[in-house]
């Protein structure tokens, strides 16, 4: 085994060394896990924005719509419109959900939980940081610019995002924020892979790695792999807007040769798709993992769990074409991408099998860490189904940029992979802070979340399949969509309710990391991993001795164990049940 | 040599090893930016009855090959510098191989710029369509690339006269030598498809 071990440096002590170029993992766990609440806030609020839309057009947006858009008395114009859906997604995607799953639970969890002091390469750690706040800044820039922000979608097609489609300066620092935050993403994979690798304790195997560090190591893989393809898509729209270059604009195959906005649709799409996985592989590792801990059950075929996660990353590359069908190309092109995408359901129902084997029998505990994995497992279920549809062809055909796309991508990865960061954060949260969160307001956030997340994305579904589609500013100018006005108020009513939940979290967040009890139990949740082992909040260097491996991460449940405890830690020997 | 002995031989091997896969990691990402580039470009070119399009013709092969000698001798010269350098050669004996292989790279750069100039003087702008997009797109980001590793290269100059060659200058040396390496064979990747082909 490649192992060695790290040296220890000293605490740091001033303000700066410690919180701003901090080396330590733990630090830049937390400083990403604040940058993804900020982008969780931000992003929510212009989905609300995009709701009331869609809900009461023509209506003022309430509180701070006087002040937003004082020319049309707090309405919300149709380009601003653009630019919102654009911009949710967009921070969404990029700045919550990757900075809190990849960069602060990777970050945390990965030196942690296989008995590392740091990360491999320290320094380069810090930097991805400090370059994700850089490409936050740009697009906190292109907010503020003549003309607005990009409002090409999230997706920035051509000619939406060419200087024909976004004459303004918005589109490009969209682009270069996305190219820079790229860079940082791939200096966190290159990181993360060779951390994994090579500073695995003394006695853990692959196999006996938690499925957590399997799914955000299996994600540090493709971004190292598919992140450069967005940058160099990124990279030539950026040319096009700034130095003129023909790549992406349409009609230039008649006048100058063959640029085709295609080709944006193809190279976007050969990153989009793993990119999906990136997101939920982390959500789905953690989720197995905390299926487990909380049934007391050593989790059912884990070994299959990794190896079917691992056949979707693999899968994953194969099927970008799906979301293209209706671009013309080749029957046989969509017929191969459609076998290719239905393949990946076979590694995915092994893994949700698995985790309905990890319950089964179980002694379940509902803590909310629990309730959040198994809000996971419906929603990822109810995601995963829809996909189906999408990703045959001819019900693509007529679902095509409706709103069950909207639905179906929301359930997958917006409703999975936020229940996954909620059930991390409850989760880990003691071991970050030292602090527990409060268990009462943390159901509650749970139930009312799961409850206008529900009404929100089973909605989409619905008037997706009734014909609505996406990004219209005003869908009831079309008659044959006006009956669809009570269900978008319903699914808006849905949001705000969800909206106004989150209030519960951040408050208990707050609360707990700044004016909460110190936990004093260094292993609340009575699992074995090796983070439970050592004190809480984990010190300076995590271990002062580095652990010696002898067991499974999922060792819970076993009668013949004379401990009394009903887990053994992993750097116990395995008592045979 | 004095810091190595006092490694014990499991970090030794450790560190050695996490630098090349990590380097591993990162050539992996910069090729699969410039295979994008590849795959944009067999797209158009696949997708165009006759290329160049529209009439065009192709680029003047005269400064590409001067550049492509630049960069293989370059790299031979990094060869030679890594060589004398890890076999423990004193700074007299490397630092000339080195600056050999900076020199050689401006030269590379030289040769970009005035394959530039040549260009835009003779009407053969980025604008001009797509396949003049495609030569400037590329050799552009290629270009990027080369002046961060002309920059590295430079770095190599201290590391070379402190004359102490640990895991850390070893493990430096090395990536600089491979991302370098890496570099030549794109431009002869990029020589023999966008410039002979």
Known sequence: ?577 | MSRVATLDSAELEGRRLASSIAMTVVLVSFSMLFASLFLGYAYYRITSPVWPPMGMSKVDLYFPTLSTFAILLSSLSFVIFKTKYLGGGSAKKTLPWLGLTIFLGLGFMFTQFSLWADLSGKGFYASSGVFQSLVYAFTWIHAAHIVMAILALVWLVPTTLKNECTITEENKVNNIGKFWHFLGVIWLLMYFIIFVI
């Not at chain 1, 192992?3 to 937390?30: A, C, L, N, R, W």
């Not at chain 1, 995915?348 to 379940?364: D, E, H, P, R």
């Open chain 1, 1 to 577: 085994m490649a192992f060695y071990e790290q040296h220890i440096h000293p605490k740091p002590t001033t303000f700066i060394s410690k919180y701003i170029f901090s080396f330590d993992h733990k630090v830049i766990g937390k400083q990403f896990l604040w940058y993804g609440i900020l982008g969780l806030g931000l992003g929510g609020i212009m989905a609300l924005m995009i709701r009331w839309a869609l809900a009461f057009p023509g209506e003022a947006f309430p509180l701070i719509g006087q002040f937003m858009f004082p020319e049309t008395g707090g309405v919300i114009p149709p380009d601003t419109y653009a630019m919102l859906f654009t911009m949710h997604g967009t921070i969404m995607i990029f700045y919550a959900i990757t900075p809190i799953l990849i960069g602060a639970f990777g970050n945390f969890c990965i030196p942690l939980m296989i008995g590392a002091r740091d990360m491999a390469f320290p320094l380069m750690n810090m930097l991805s940081f400090h370059l994700a706040v850089l490409s936050a800044a740009l697009l906190v820039i292109s907010l503020f610019v003549p003309l607005g922000a990009a409002a090409s979608g999230w997706t920035a097609y051509p000619t939406l995002s060419t200087l024909i489609g976004s004459p303004g300066t918005g589109q490009t620092f969209w682009a270069v924020a996305i190219f820079v935050l790229g860079i940082s993403s791939t200096m966190g994979a290159i990181n993360y892979i060779t951390t994994v690798i090579t500073l695995r304790a003394p006695g853990m195997g692959y196999f006996d790695m938690p499925l957590t560090v399997w799914g955000l190591w299996l994600t540090a893989i493709l971004n190292a792999i598919f992140l450069p393809v967005l940058g160099a898509g990124g990279l030539l729209l950026v040319f096009d807007r700034v130095f003129g270059t023909q790549f992406f604009l349409a009609g230039a195959a008649a006048t100058s040769g063959t640029g085709d906005p295609v080709l944006f649709q193809h190279v976007f799409w050969i990153f989009g798709h793993p990119e999906v996985y990136i997101l939920i592989l982390p959500a789905w590792g953690m989720v197995s993992d905390i299926l487990s801990f909380f049934s007391r059950k050593p989790a059912f075929g884990a070994k299959a769990t990794a190896l079917s996660m691992t056949s979707i990353t693999i899968l994953s590359t194969l099927v970008y074409g799906h979301h293209m069908y209706t671009t013309q190309l080749s029957p046989l092109l969509t017929q191969t991408f459609m076998t290719l995408t239905m393949t990946i359901s076979i590694p995915s129902a092994i893994f949700f099998a698995n985790w309905l084997g990890t319950l089964w029998k179980g002694s379940i505990r509902f803590d909310t860490p629990m309730l959040f994995s198994l809000g996971v497992v419906f929603v990822f279920g109810l995601g995963g189904l829809t996909g189906l549809y999408l990703g045959t062809v001819t019900t693509d055909l007529y679902l095509h940029d409706t709103y069950f796309v909207v639905g179906h991508f929301h359930y997958t990865m917006a409703a999975s992979v936020l229940f996954g960061s909620f059930a991390a954060i409850y989760f880990w949260m003691p071991k970050m802070f030292g602090k527990m969160l409060n268990e009462t307001w943390g159901k509650i956030h749970f139930w009312l979340t799961m409850l206008g997340l529900n009404g929100v994305f089973f909605g989409m579904l619905f008037i997706g399949y009734a014909g609505m589609h996406r990004r219209l500013y005003d869908p009831f100018v079309y008659e044959f969509l006006q009956h669809l006005v009570p269900i978008n108020t319903f699914i808006t009513w849905s949001a705000i309710l969800m909206g106004l939940t989150q209030i519960i979290f951040v408050v208990n967040f707050v609360h707990a990391v700044f004016w909460g009890k110190d936990e004093t139990d260094p292993n609340p949740w009575k699992v074995g991993t090796l983070e439970w082992t050592i004190p809480s909040p984990a010190p300076n260097y995590n271990f002062d001795k580095i652990p010696v491996v002898k067991c499974g991460p999922h060792e819970l449940g076993n009668p013949n164990l004379t401990t009394g405890r009903d887990f053994q830690y992993q750097t116990e020997e395995l008592v045979e049940a």
